[in-house]
């Protein structure tokens, strides 16, 4: 019939309508541009040009102090019994040794290059940060979110929370470091103990915000399960807010540890913040003020970038930005 | 609303309960008891059965443990008249062994185990030990006493039925002869000479002398009939309890022409007022023979400059001001400019404030104002100087103002697109009358509820500034204990932070309901 009428007519075939078999399955998708979540936080994340720089810091940060003491052999007492080789400033570090990376923010007080001491330092400190993060944001967004919905667990939690939040935090490291020993483990234990109940508070306030609200009444009216509607009502919701705590949280633990420290309650190993404890006499000591600034810096350098690029990356992951 | 706070304030009451229980598990369960002993020269010293009984009389100070020793329990039965003095001295006499008991002796140690047994108590005797050649060692001499540890029970009602201590003339044991018991009041408080106008409730029987009285000194009128013990302190600072070690004036004696009791006048830092009983102690000494005529001789001596909650309340006052005299209008600009210029630099700040350890820039703001700015960075208690106050005010306001800052501002914002904003916009009201007349009011709602808050925790202090530039004031209190196994410290100051907490929660709830009308408790369809 299509030969019969382009013959007759002289009309090519995209003049000429044809017949299109009706499908059901086609007809009920709709016409509109993809849309995945994640490639559009990335694309918003990224469509910012700071935010590549401070990536990009952040990853050589993180890589300096992994990578780093791996391939070094970083041994801090190797120069103990060379008396000329103690807090040294970088130049006379270098006529000393010879030139390297490693001198150039001098010697410490045991002859150790405070290059390398801050990065294992960093890479303690990093770990722990990541650590508790990792187990106080599971437990907590996880029982958060059961505190909002149940109304039974919030009258118990809730009461919870009034008598421990009020239990002083370095009570609870000093008798665990007692229990235990100061180690690194235990730092871990002793800020995820209690550590969690905060984030979970937050996010029950979170949850209580949104579990009202109309759509979700509608969801339940429609037949929705609880875990449907949390996990695809609300938690999706959640997600801006959740990142956005994560930026506030990373930080902190590695602050928290300098605190610790220097009020003498640190851990054995030699984290960053255990450096600044050590070397706080060094401060006011003409020629030896890069042993505690050097690490200062260094922490700051980590908490700040951790949480620039946490907070931007929560600001993209609010599907409202994704205009 | 009066019957909702009072529900609050005994909610409150319970949860700091909860909290001195917990406390006093961590810290007498949990903890290895063994550490008070680790900076004791007492302890190093004595050796074999005195060492043993040595560390049991310190458990029982630590609070760990109950603890008699059989010595103690003579005189107890002497007191009681059970044993008379002629006995007395052979009944107390514990044989090497107990073969060798004399049998006046063996009657009272059986006695003695079974009474105490009878409560719970594990009654140990240690024989005497000797030297290879017979002679009993250096501190080897056989002992005898009963100890139990502390219930948990009986440690928490002790502790809080101790707290409150209502002062009254059977406070001197009965047995002791002090004198006609009872108070005395009197116009003319005999410390001021006996002729000037000054009203005092004078006690005899009771703990303190002086019950009710007059001075110079700020609140000048006093009062010792209710005393609070939040726990006796033991390393920190001996025997005085925590909320004195925090109250008591610090420094140099300031001394002053005192007259004493027998006439005896002298320069001094004793304040009279404050003398409380302490049984024996004029037989004992020839100083309080010279000038006390009773056995009130115990005296809080006057000190020149303030106390460690003075400090921090006068340096976390002042930084809480300033930090909501700059916070508040910085953050409100920052929204009104919204990504204006000051909206950016007010952002970076608050990102470094966050980010940055607090220790970082406390140091960074101490060596800069050491350097640049020639302020003192340490803090000297004889120093008149307001200028050393100067960085530790900074140091603690600068996250308070970043903290307020970025409340403010993301509030505000909050409120911007509010119906009512757009409302008085389109009646034609400018941007300025719109947020300093509406959207401010409205913001400072929830600023509002942390006001008690920050004024009632400016006392307890920041840990790490007053630790920089050595400030003698409250923060360090608690890490103190905890180093030194003050455990009455500890849970003193606990119970005092869980109270403050409890108490600015409360006064912040009136403080919202009465600054905003909408917001009201007592209705049920909240």
Same mark, same amino acid.
């Given at each position: 019939m299509y030969e019969e009428l382009k013959s007759k007519t002289g009309l090519d075939h995209k003049e000429l309508f044809s017949q299109v078999k009706h499908s059901d399955t086609e007809s009920?998708?709709?016409?509109a541009p993809r849309y995945s979540y994640w490639k559009s936080v990335f694309r918003v994340f990224f469509q910012n040009k700071v935010n590549i720089v401070i990536l990009s810091l952040l990853l050589f940060v993180v890589a300096l102090a992994y990578i780093y003491p791996a391939v070094t052999e970083y041994d801090p007492y190797a120069n103990l019994l060379d008396s000329g080789a103690k807090h040294l400033s970088p130049g006379d570090a270098m006529e000393h040794? #010879?030139?390297?990376?490693?001198w150039i923010l001098g010697s410490g007080a045991? #002859?150790?290059p405070t290059f390398e001491a801050v990065w294992n330092g960093a890479k303690i400190s990093i770990s722990l940060a990541f650590i508790c993060a990792a187990i106080n944001m599971v437990i907590g967004v996880l029982l958060g979110a059961v505190w909002g919905f149940s109304k039974k667990v919030d009258m118990v939690m809730m009461e919870v929370y009034n008598i421990i939040g009020n239990v002083p935090m370095i009570l609870i490291i000093s008798v665990l470091s007692m229990l235990f020993s100061p180690s690194f483990w235990t730092m871990v234990l002793s800020l995820t103990i209690v550590g969690w109940l905060s984030i979970a508070y937050f996010i029950r306030t979170q949850v209580l915000i949104i579990r009202d609200r109309e759509y979700n009444l509608a969801s339940r009216c429609l037949g929705t399960s609880t875990i449907k509607i949390a996990l695809k009502n609300i938690l999706p919701f959640m997600t801006s807010v959740i990142v956005t705590l994560l930026a506030t949280e990373l930080p902190s633990y590695i602050s928290y540890e300098v605190f610790l420290a220097y009020i003498g309650m640190g851990m054995s190993e030699m984290s960053l913040g255990r450096m600044i404890y050590a070397a706080e006499a060094a401060m006011v000591t003409p020629g030896w003020e890069l042993e505690f600034w050097g690490p200062v810096a260094v922490v700051s350098i980590i908490t700040i970038v951790l949480y620039v690029v946490g907070q931007n990356l929560g600001d993209a992951s609010d599907p409202r930005t994704h205009m | 609303m009066a019957k909702y706070i009072v529900q609050r304030i005994i909610k409150g009451i319970l949860s700091a309960v909860c909290v001195v229980i917990l406390i006093m598990i961590l810290v007498y369960s949990l903890m290895d008891r063994g550490n008070i002993f680790a900076g004791d020269s007492n302890y190093t010293k004595t050796q074999s059965n005195a060492r043993t009984t040595y560390e049991q009389s310190r458990y029982q100070a630590f609070g760990y443990v109950d603890y008699v020793n059989y010595s103690d329990y003579i005189t107890i039965l002497v007191k009681r008249g059970e044993l008379d003095e002629e006995n007395r001295s052979a009944a107390a006499l514990i044989g090497q062994t107990p073969e060798k008991d004399t049998e006046i002796a063996a009657e009272y140690i059986q006695k003695f185990t079974e009474e105490y047994e009878s409560q719970g108590y594990t009654v140990v005797r240690l024989d005497a030990d000797k030297k290879t050649n017979g002679r009993v060692k250096d501190g080897g001499q056989a002992a005898l006493f009963a100890t139990r540890d502390k219930p948990l029970y009986t440690r928490v009602v002790s502790y809080f039925t101790g707290m409150f201590f209502i002062d009254n003339i059977h406070y001197v044991d009965e047995g002791t002869d002090i004198g006609e018991r009872g108070l005395t009041f009197t116009f003319y408080d005999p410390l001021y000479g006996g002729d000037k106008f000054s009203p005092a409730i004078i006690g005899n029987g009771t703990k303190h002398k002086y019950l009710f009285y007059f001075d110079?000194?700020?609140?000048?009128i006093h009062q010792n009939f209710l005393t609070l013990n939040l726990g006796e302190s033991y390393t920190v600072n001996r025997g005085v309890d925590v909320f004195e070690t925090m109250t008591a004036s610090q420094g140099t004696y300031v001394l002053s022409t005192v007259s004493y009791p027998t006439g005896h006048v002298e320069q001094s830092a004793d304040d009279l007022h404050t003398a409380t009983y302490a049984e024996g102690s004029l037989e004992q000494s020839e100083i309080y023979a010279a000038r006390f005529t009773d056995d009130y001789t115990n005296t809080i001596t006057h000190k020149g400059s303030m106390s460690k909650l003075g400090y921090s309340f006068v340096i976390g006052i002042i930084s809480t001001i300033i930090a909501y005299i700059l916070g508040l209008p910085i953050g409100l600009l920052m929204a009104r400019f919204k990504n204006g210029i000051l909206d950016k630099i007010g952002t970076v700040y608050i990102v470094f404030i966050i980010a940055v350890p607090s220790l970082a820039y406390i140091f960074l703001f101490k060596a800069i104002g050491g350097s640049v700015f020639k302020l003192p960075t340490l803090f000297n @208690?004889? $120093?008149? $100087?307001?200028? @050393?106050y100067v960085l530790p005010i900074i140091s603690l306001a600068l996250p308070s103002v970043a903290n307020l800052m970025k409340w403010m501002r993301r509030y505000m914002i909050d409120q911007m697109n509010s119906d009512y904003v757009k409302f008085a916009r389109s009646g034609g009201l400018s941007e300025t009358e719109i947020f300093t007349k509406h959207i401010w009011k409205n913001a400072a709602i929830p600023i509002v509820h942390g006001i008690p808050g920050s004024i009632l925790f400016a006392m307890t202090g920041a840990i790490i500034t007053e630790r920089v530039y050595l400030v003698p004031g409250a923060g360090n209190l608690l890490t103190q204990a905890i180093n030194k196994y003050d455990n009455g410290v500890i849970i003193g100051v606990t119970l005092f932070y869980a109270l403050l907490t409890v108490l600015s929660i409360i006064l912040g709830d009136i403080l919202i309901a009465s600054v905003d009308p909408r917001i009201s408790f007592t209705s049920k369809g909240r």
């Amino acid at each position: 019939m299509y030969e019969e009428l382009k013959s007759k007519t002289g009309l090519d075939h995209k003049e000429l309508f044809s017949q299109v078999k009706h499908s059901d399955t086609e007809s009920e998708k709709i016409a509109a541009p993809r849309y995945s979540y994640w490639k559009s936080v990335f694309r918003v994340f990224f469509q910012n040009k700071v935010n590549i720089v401070i990536l990009s810091l952040l990853l050589f940060v993180v890589a300096l102090a992994y990578i780093y003491p791996a391939v070094t052999e970083y041994d801090p007492y190797a120069n103990l019994l060379d008396s000329g080789a103690k807090h040294l400033s970088p130049g006379d570090a270098m006529e000393h040794f #010879g030139v390297g990376l490693k001198w150039i923010l001098g010697s410490g007080a045991s #002859g150790e290059p405070t290059f390398e001491a801050v990065w294992n330092g960093a890479k303690i400190s990093i770990s722990l940060a990541f650590i508790c993060a990792a187990i106080n944001m599971v437990i907590g967004v996880l029982l958060g979110a059961v505190w909002g919905f149940s109304k039974k667990v919030d009258m118990v939690m809730m009461e919870v929370y009034n008598i421990i939040g009020n239990v002083p935090m370095i009570l609870i490291i000093s008798v665990l470091s007692m229990l235990f020993s100061p180690s690194f483990w235990t730092m871990v234990l002793s800020l995820t103990i209690v550590g969690w109940l905060s984030i979970a508070y937050f996010i029950r306030t979170q949850v209580l915000i949104i579990r009202d609200r109309e759509y979700n009444l509608a969801s339940r009216c429609l037949g929705t399960s609880t875990i449907k509607i949390a996990l695809k009502n609300i938690l999706p919701f959640m997600t801006s807010v959740i990142v956005t705590l994560l930026a506030t949280e990373l930080p902190s633990y590695i602050s928290y540890e300098v605190f610790l420290a220097y009020i003498g309650m640190g851990m054995s190993e030699m984290s960053l913040g255990r450096m600044i404890y050590a070397a706080e006499a060094a401060m006011v000591t003409p020629g030896w003020e890069l042993e505690f600034w050097g690490p200062v810096a260094v922490v700051s350098i980590i908490t700040i970038v951790l949480y620039v690029v946490g907070q931007n990356l929560g600001d993209a992951s609010d599907p409202r930005t994704h205009m | 609303m009066a019957k909702y706070i009072v529900q609050r304030i005994i909610k409150g009451i319970l949860s700091a309960v909860c909290v001195v229980i917990l406390i006093m598990i961590l810290v007498y369960s949990l903890m290895d008891r063994g550490n008070i002993f680790a900076g004791d020269s007492n302890y190093t010293k004595t050796q074999s059965n005195a060492r043993t009984t040595y560390e049991q009389s310190r458990y029982q100070a630590f609070g760990y443990v109950d603890y008699v020793n059989y010595s103690d329990y003579i005189t107890i039965l002497v007191k009681r008249g059970e044993l008379d003095e002629e006995n007395r001295s052979a009944a107390a006499l514990i044989g090497q062994t107990p073969e060798k008991d004399t049998e006046i002796a063996a009657e009272y140690i059986q006695k003695f185990t079974e009474e105490y047994e009878s409560q719970g108590y594990t009654v140990v005797r240690l024989d005497a030990d000797k030297k290879t050649n017979g002679r009993v060692k250096d501190g080897g001499q056989a002992a005898l006493f009963a100890t139990r540890d502390k219930p948990l029970y009986t440690r928490v009602v002790s502790y809080f039925t101790g707290m409150f201590f209502i002062d009254n003339i059977h406070y001197v044991d009965e047995g002791t002869d002090i004198g006609e018991r009872g108070l005395t009041f009197t116009f003319y408080d005999p410390l001021y000479g006996g002729d000037k106008f000054s009203p005092a409730i004078i006690g005899n029987g009771t703990k303190h002398k002086y019950l009710f009285y007059f001075d110079g000194k700020f609140p000048y009128i006093h009062q010792n009939f209710l005393t609070l013990n939040l726990g006796e302190s033991y390393t920190v600072n001996r025997g005085v309890d925590v909320f004195e070690t925090m109250t008591a004036s610090q420094g140099t004696y300031v001394l002053s022409t005192v007259s004493y009791p027998t006439g005896h006048v002298e320069q001094s830092a004793d304040d009279l007022h404050t003398a409380t009983y302490a049984e024996g102690s004029l037989e004992q000494s020839e100083i309080y023979a010279a000038r006390f005529t009773d056995d009130y001789t115990n005296t809080i001596t006057h000190k020149g400059s303030m106390s460690k909650l003075g400090y921090s309340f006068v340096i976390g006052i002042i930084s809480t001001i300033i930090a909501y005299i700059l916070g508040l209008p910085i953050g409100l600009l920052m929204a009104r400019f919204k990504n204006g210029i000051l909206d950016k630099i007010g952002t970076v700040y608050i990102v470094f404030i966050i980010a940055v350890p607090s220790l970082a820039y406390i140091f960074l703001f101490k060596a800069i104002g050491g350097s640049v700015f020639k302020l003192p960075t340490l803090f000297n @208690m004889d $120093s008149s $100087s307001k200028l @050393m106050y100067v960085l530790p005010i900074i140091s603690l306001a600068l996250p308070s103002v970043a903290n307020l800052m970025k409340w403010m501002r993301r509030y505000m914002i909050d409120q911007m697109n509010s119906d009512y904003v757009k409302f008085a916009r389109s009646g034609g009201l400018s941007e300025t009358e719109i947020f300093t007349k509406h959207i401010w009011k409205n913001a400072a709602i929830p600023i509002v509820h942390g006001i008690p808050g920050s004024i009632l925790f400016a006392m307890t202090g920041a840990i790490i500034t007053e630790r920089v530039y050595l400030v003698p004031g409250a923060g360090n209190l608690l890490t103190q204990a905890i180093n030194k196994y003050d455990n009455g410290v500890i849970i003193g100051v606990t119970l005092f932070y869980a109270l403050l907490t409890v108490l600015s929660i409360i006064l912040g709830d009136i403080l919202i309901a009465s600054v905003d009308p909408r917001i009201s408790f007592t209705s049920k369809g909240r």
